[in-house]
Antibody
Framework: QVQLVESGGGVVQPGRSLRLSCAAS????????IHWVRQAPGKGLEWVAV????????NYADSVKGRFTVSRDNSKNTLYLQMKSLRIEDTAVYYC??????????????WGQGTLVTVSS | DIQMTQSPSSLSGSVGDRVTITCQAS??????LNWYQHKPGKAPKLLIY???SLETGVPSRFSGSGSGTDFTFTISSLQPEDIATYYC?????????FGQGTKLEIK
């Protein structure tokens, strides 16, 4: 069955960096676009970024553009989110989610359980 | 960005009740709308895509309708396991945006 498992979350100081990973299994990882979505404490879901099946196209929310970079290693069935210049408001549970298509179609049909990132001094 | 206005923010119903959630887009999004169920500590789950298509394996008591700017999500007979927060999400235009969520409780 489709599985997405996030890791790499933790407590980090403002201005520092952190890299999240999303390990995929149970499907042909290299055939699907993958998204990052986050949920701040007590808040709703916020779309963060998407990367196409081959990594050639990506898009970001304005709130993270220029600070976050999404990438993938299809040989390792793994997605990454490199987060730099972290801010207090980046504190959230970060989910990876599979797109129904090879690109950024926008239907997120399978999600991981998330990893918590806490930005605090 | 397209704004998604979801209402109500919370809802309480009895087992067997019909419950309805609405979602309004700030501009025409055709039928590019999804509905998700999210339980605490769990992965969000896709229920409805293309505004009215039921995801495989999702019980038929869940349904969606609408197009353009106004959308509706309905549970025809509320069950205890339906306790969760429900979100609409538009995928007409990047950045994709979610409604603020509706927390559903059992009376």
């Amino acid at each position: 069955q489709v599985q997405l498992v996030e890791s790499g979350g933790g407590v980090v100081q403002p201005g520092r960096s952190l890299r999240l990973s999303c390990a995929a299994s149970g499907f042909s990882f290299s055939s699907f676009g993958i998204h990052w979505v986050r949920q701040a404490p007590g808040k709703g879901l916020e779309w963060v970024a998407v990367i196409s099946y081959d990594g050639s196209n990506n898009n970001y929310a304005d709130s993270v553009k220029g600070r976050f970079t999404v990438s993938r290693d299809n040989s390792k069935n793994t997605l990454y989110l490199q987060m730099k210049s972290l801010r207090i408001e980046d504190t959230a549970v970060y989910y990876c989610a599979r797109d129904l298509t090879a690109g950024s179609g926008g239907v997120l049909d399978h999600w991981g359980q998330g990893t918590l990132v806490t930005v605090s001094s | 960005d397209i704004q998604m206005t979801q209402s109500p923010s919370s809802l309480s119903g009895s087992v067997g009740d019909r419950v309805t959630i609405t979602c309004q887009a700030s501009q025409d999004i055709s039928n590019y709308l999804n509905w998700y169920q999210h339980k605490p500590g769990k992965a969000p789950k896709l229920l409805i895509y293309d505004a009215s298509s039921l995801e495989t394996g999702v019980p038929s008591r869940f349904s969606g309708s609408g197009s353009g700017t106004d959308f509706t999500f309905t549970i025809s007979s509320l069950q205890p396991e339906d306790i969760a927060t429900y979100y609409c999400q538009q995928y007409d235009t990047l950045p994709y945006t979610f409604g603020q969520g509706t927390k559903l409780e059992i009376k």
